[in-house]
C-alpha cells in the first residue's frame, strides 16, 4: 500500500491495482492535490508491468461527492476541468485493462461521472448517484453529459441533470446505469472475485474490446465492421489467444497472461 495524503494506492502481487479516494471527511471530494496524486498513482498502473485490472472505491461513507468547494479557484472552473477531471476521466477510459468502480456511498457531481466513466460499476445498495451540478447553476463535467445518455436514454440523462435528483443504487441497476447493486457487506467480496477474475483474463483482447465498444458510437455500421475485423485480426496474434485454442483443443485450463 502507498500512502499519499489523499488517496490510497496498492499494486497487488496478482496483478490488480486500488485506488481509493481518502478523504472520508470531506466525502472524498477532489483537490488539486489529490487529483495530482491520482495522476501519480495512474502512471504507475500505465508503466508497471503485470497490472491487470484497476479497482477504485472510497475510504468512509462516501465514494467521491465531486469536487471541493473550498478549493476551487472560482474565475476559473474551466481550467480545472481541462487540467484535472478531463485528463481523469480520458486515461480511466483508455486504460489498457478493466476498471472497476466499486461505488460505496454516495457518488456526487463529478464524483458520479467518474464511476461512470469506469467499464464496469458495482455499487452497495445504501449508495446513490447524484448530479448535483444544476444546484450551483453549473453543468455536468466529467463526462456527465456524454455518459449520461448513452447509460438511462436522452429522456432520464436530461431529468437527472436538470433536476438533481438522488438516484438510488437499486434503480441505477434497473435503469442499466450500473452493472450491479450488492448489499453493502457484500460489496468487498463482489468486486475482489471480478478483480480476481480479470487478473488472468486476456487483458489485451479485453483492452481491444473497450476500444471497440467506446468508438462504435461514432460509427456506422460499416465502419464498426471494418474495424472488428481489424481488432480481431490483432487479438489473434495475441499469445493468450494461441494459449487460449491450445488449451480448448487439449481440454484443460488455459494460463493467460494477458499478453
Known sequence: MTDFKNIHFELSDNGVARLIFNRPDKLNSFTDEMHAEIRDALMQVQTTSGVRCLVI?????GFCAGQDLGDLD?????????????PLVQTLVNLDMPVIAAVNGVAAGAGANIALACDIVVAARSASFVQAFCRLGLVPDAGGTW??????????????AMLGEKISAEQAEQWGMIWRCVDDENLTAEVDALATHFSTAPTTGLAYMKKLLR???????????????????????????????????????PELTGS
Open 74 to 86: 472560482f474565475g476559473a472552473l474551466g481550467d480545472t476541468v481541462a487540467e484535472n477531471y478531463n
Open 57 to 61: 472505491t472510497g475510504a468512509g461513507r
Open 215 to 253: 468508438m462504435s458510437w461514432q460509427n456506422s455500421l460499416d465502419s464498426q465492421l471494418d474495424l472488428e475485423r481489424d481488432f480481431q485480426n490483432a487479438a489473434s496474434q495475441t499469445s493468450d489467444f494461441k494459449e487460449g485454442v491450445d488449451a480448448f483443443l487439449n481440454k484443460r485450463p
Open 147 to 160: 455518459s449520461l445518455p448513452r447509460v438511462v436514454g436522452g429522456p432520464r440523462a436530461m431529468a437527472l
